[in-house]
């Protein structure tokens, strides 16, 4: 049997499954579980593993075997159907820097839950885009087996599909000041990430940039439907759709999706990920470009970091300095795609900042205010990859936070 010991070779092998089923449509999400026999109903926790908007090999392979091409629907599968799968499957494992969830889970879990309890229900579940309601109890099921990252996820990518889908068009703009406006975009993709959200938490809140807070559950949506609206609008790819959770406990969950590329930013508050063609990888800062991203947008009024940073001849003689004007490029400090990113302000409880400082957090980055102290403390936001980083950039932010905000700076 062919192994497949690289991701292109995993993409090809996907690209001919997926070529073989005429009118093929990757789902929305998809999982396979188990009904033991003795359970009388489907629940939830027959659905250990969800794959929302992603893992699309593992999706195709059991749509071969059981005949699915596009939409919302739930299959029976035969203990031989399973073992089809796998086996179909199974050359992936031969690339190993990757865990591979699925196939695990299929031959790991299931096969031997089949084998003490042959009497017990396989399924096979997929999500396309038709209305929320089943007939199909497996599929109610599943939907409330998604677990928080996939709800956001799901969420973030619907979002970042209508403002995919409307890039370049002719857009009406809605004035909130005289530099800054609103687009059809930002509003269509805020309804799609709230009616998402809906569909799997009705009862939490949440709070959008363009529609306001909802709801007083202690479980709060953090939404920036389009952050970067002024690049969009201008037809500059530069722009991202953030969906983040909060608790009292903190931030549970975040994305930052880049809707023109297609690649989605996420964490569970422990790890960070990029999902990109399927998969996932491990989001892993690093120094290495010696750009930083600076937030000039603020008060005309008063002084603000962000600009006195950007015209540091210090500063540009360490760093390579930007002005993305998104909070996409926070998510890239979290990649290794920019060695820091710094903003001056109030970021506790924001639409745009709260999902890219938990990525940078869980990726690993030093995260402070701009004083150095815990994120929150003070005015402002680093978000550097390496504590060296950090403390550069500390050091040049010093002198123009003591202009902006003596009373709130420490001494050097």
Not at 131 to 153: H, W
């Amino acid at each position: 049997m062919d192994q497949w010991t690289t991701m292109d070779e995993i993409l090809a092998a996907r690209s001919r499954f997926e070529s073989a089923i005429d009118g093929w449509t990757p789902p929305n999400a998809h999982g396979v579980g188990l009904r033991p026999s003795t359970a009388p109903d489907h629940k939830p926790e027959h659905f250990p593993l969800v794959n929302a908007y992603g893992h699309r090999l593992p999706a195709v392979v059991i749509a071969t075997v059981v005949g699915h091409k596009r939409g919302t629907a739930a299959y029976r599968l035969t203990r031989e159907e399973l073992e089809q799968a796998i086996e179909l499957i199974s050359p992936a494992e031969a690339y190993l820097d990757y865990d591979h969830p699925n196939v695990r889970s299929w031959r790991d879990r299931i096969l031997p839950a089949l084998t003490e309890d042959p009497e017990a229900e396989v399924v096979a579940v997929f999500i396309g885009d038709e209305p929320e309601e089943s007939p199909d109890p497996a599929i109610d099921a599943f939907r409330a087996a998604f677990p928080d990252q996939a709800v956001a996820i799901a969420a973030a990518t619907a979002g970042a599909a209508v403002v995919r889908e409307m890039y370049g068009t002719d857009l009406s703009h809605f004035d909130k000041s005289p530099t800054d406006f609103a687009t059809e975009a930002d509003i269509a993709s805020e309804k799609a990430i709230r009616e998402t959200i809906a569909t799997y938490r009705p009862e939490d809140a949440f709070e959008g940039e363009e529609t306001g807070r909802s709801g007083d559950s202690e479980r709060r949506w953090l939404v920036d439907p389009l952050c970067g609206t002024l690049n969009y609008a201008a037809q500059t790819p530069l722009a991202a759709v953030n969906v983040a959770l909060v608790t009292p406990d903190g931030v549970k969950t975040a994305v930052s999706a880049d809707p023109i590329s297609e690649e989605i930013f996420w964490t569970d508050a422990t790890s960070a990920w990029l999902r990109q063609g399927g998969g996932d990888t491990v989001l892993t800062p690093s120094p290495r470009t010696r750009l930083v991203d600076i937030q000039c947008d603020g008060p005309l009024d008063r002084p603000f970091v962000g600009g006195q940073l950007v015209a540091d001849p210090r500063l540009r003689a360490q760093f390579g300095p930007r002005v993305m004007s998104s909070t996409l490029a926070v998510a890239w400090v979290a990649a290794g795609r920019r060695a820091a990113y710094v903003t001056d302000g109030h970021l506790e409880g924001s639409v745009h900042f709260t999902a890219g400082i938990a990525l940078c957090q869980a990726a690993g980055c030093v995260v402070t205010d701009l004083n150095g102290d815990p994120i929150h403390t003070g005015r402002g936001m680093i978000a550097a990859a390496d504590a060296a980083t950090h403390q550069l950039l500390l050091d040049l932010v010093r002198p123009h936070l003591a202009a902006a905000d003596p009373d709130r700076t420490s001494p050097a």
